[in-house]
């Protein structure tokens, strides 16, 4: 069964730094990951999808990377703002939807 | 780009009513739609699988009785949550499957809260 694993559970940055936050999944047969914002008491927002066959997505200072063989991918986020402060879900699609925990992102003003 | 809406967004209703939630997709059509829930602090977790015309596929610990899952056209899909109790309170989100030659991506609805009085 596939296993999806986000480092790390809670990340706490001041604004204007750089930030990697990590996926990792243990069946590589999948065929697209995508990373996802939650706000408190809201839905989730689709940040990026990767297709299997891509490496990366960028969008706006996102950008998501994938290592298919690795089972692993990363989300970066430039120059953070306040506004970033939220929680991150990644998310593998293999036949069915698995999800990490997520990472709890704090951006201090 | 392919959108998917949830109504309510947010309900609250006493113990031992009845809550139907909907999952439309707003420009696509989609065979088939999942429906998740999430309690506090952990991940997103299936429970059903919801095919257009055909009964819904749960996982296993989730009671078809109790969360009924109707597909009646490709783009609606709705959950009834029966006699609902507190423990049922959760954030409940839809997904639908849009097919674009041999891949399918899932695209989400907003989620809908559910607190159980």
């Known amino acids: 069964k596939q296993e999806v694993t986000q480092i790390p559970a809670a990340l706490s940055v001041p604004e204007g730094e750089n930030l990697v936050l990590n996926c990792s999944f243990t069946?590589?047969?999948?065929?697209?990951l995508q990373w996802f914002r939650q706000d408190p008491g809201k839905g989730l927002t689709s940040l990026l999808l990767?297709?299997?066959?891509?490496r990366e997505q960028t969008s706006g200072r996102l950008n998501a990377s994938l290592d298919k063989s690795s089972g692993r991918s990363t989300l970066y986020i430039a120059a953070s703002q306040p506004g970033d402060s939220a929680t991150y879900l990644c998310?593998?699609?293999?036949?069915?939807?698995?999800f990490g925990t997520g990472t709890s992102l704090t951006v201090i003003p | 780009g392919a959108v998917v809406s949830q109504h309510p967004s947010w309900v609250i209703c006493k113990s031992g009513t009845s809550v139907k939630i909907e999952c439309r997709s707003l420009?696509?059509?989609?065979?088939?739609m999942f429906w998740y829930r999430q309690f506090p602090k952990q991940s997103l977790m299936l429970m059903a699988t919801s095919n257009e015309g055909s009964k819904a596929t749960y996982e296993q610990g989730v009671e078809k009785d109790k969360f009924l899952i109707n597909h009646a056209s490709l783009t609606l899909s709705t959950l009834t949550v029966t006699s609902a109790h507190p423990e049922d309170s959760s954030f409940y989100i839809c997904?639908?499957?849009?097919?674009?030659?041999?891949?399918?991506?899932?695209?989400f609805g907003p989620g809908t809260r559910l607190t159980v009085l």
């Open positions: 990767i297709q299997s066959s891509q």
């Open positions: 998310a593998v699609d293999g036949n069915q939807f698995y």
């Open positions: 069946d590589s047969a999948i065929y697209n």
């Open positions: 420009d696509f059509q989609a065979t088939t």
């Open positions: 997904s639908a499957s849009l097919r674009l030659g041999r891949t399918d991506t899932q695209y």
